[in-house]
T-cell receptor
C-alpha cells in the first residue's frame, strides 16, 4: 500500500533556503504534489511533478524527485515570513492522477526572523 | 471566481444526530473527493467521485456516505455521527491532471 512520510517540523532563518523532504513507498506513483496549508485555511496546490521528471522549478520553488530512492523534496529559496505554513507532499497512483491522493503528515515550517 | 465551497464551516452536534456537509464547485471538474484531517495523521481520503453517479471508497469510508447527483455538488453524509468523527473535513475537486482544489474546511465536533 501507499505510505508517505515527512518530518514534522522545520525551522529556517529568514532569507535562507528551506528544504522539505518526503519519502513515499509506491513505485507506481504517477504524480507527486506539494501543498501548502496556512493557519485556518484549506490546502493550496503549490506545484507538482510528473513521475518521469527529475526536477521542476517555479520561481522560488524547486522540486527534486529521486525515483530510485522514492524521495521528493521541495526547496524554497529566500524564505520569507509568509512561507510559514504546513507543507504536505502527496502522491497519486492512478492513471489520470486525480482520483485519490495519499498525503504525508505535513511539515510545519517556522521562519526565524 | 473559481472555488470550492463547503457548508457549514463549523458544526457542533451530538452523537447519533444525522448531518450533511455540503460541497460545491464551479469549475466543471469531474473529480471530487472528501478528506478528513487529524493531528499527526495528515489528510486521509474518505470517498471520491469520478463523475455523476460514480463514487468509490477512499481509505477511511466507515461511518460516511456520499452522493453525486449533479456534477457540481458532492455532499458528505454522516448518518449516525460518533465522537471519533470529530475532525476537520475538506472537500476537493480536481482537473484531469490531478490538480486538486480544496474548500476552506468544515470543523466538526461530535459530543
Amino acid at each position: 500500500g501507499e505510505d508517505v512520510e515527512q518530518s514534522l517540523f522545520l525551522s529556517v532563518r529568514e532569507g535562507d533556503s528551506s528544504v522539505i523532504n518526503c519519502t513515499y513507498t509506491d513505485s507506481s506513483s504517477t504524480y507527486l504534489y506539494w501543498y501548502k496549508q496556512e493557519p485556518g485555511a484549506g490546502l493550496q496546490l503549490l506545484t507538482y511533478i510528473f513521475s518521469n521528471m527529475d526536477m521542476k522549478q517555479d520561481q522560488r520553488l524547486t522540486v527534486l524527485l529521486n525515483k530510485k530512492d522514492k524521495h521528493l523534496s521541495l526547496r524554497i529559496a529566500d524564505t520569507q515570513t509568509g512561507d510559514s505554513a504546513i507543507y504536505f507532499c502527496a502522491e497519486s497512483i492512478s492513471n489520470f492522477g486525480n482520483e485519490k491522493l495519499t498525503f504525508g503528515t505535513g511539515t510545519r515550517l517556522t521562519i526565524i526572523p | 471566481e473559481a472555488q470550492v465551497t463547503q457548508n457549514p464551516r463549523y458544526l457542533i452536534t451530538v452523537t447519533g444526530k444525522k448531518l450533511t456537509v455540503t460541497c460545491s464547485q464551479n469549475m466543471n471538474h469531474e473529480y471530487m473527493s472528501w478528506y478528513r484531517q487529524d493531528p499527526g495523521l495528515g489528510l486521509r481520503q474518505i470517498y471520491y467521485s469520478m463523475n455523476v453517479e460514480v463514487t468509490d471508497k477512499g481509505d477511511v469510508p466507515e461511518g460516511y456516505k456520499v452522493s453525486r447527483k449533479e456534477k457540481r455538488n458532492f455532499p458528505l453524509i454522516l448518518e449516525s455521527p460518533s465522537p471519533n468523527q470529530t475532525s476537520l473535513y475538506f472537500c476537493a475537486s480536481s482537473t484531469r491532471r490531478g490538480e486538486q482544489y480544496f474548500g476552506p474546511g468544515t470543523r466538526l465536533t461530535v459530543t
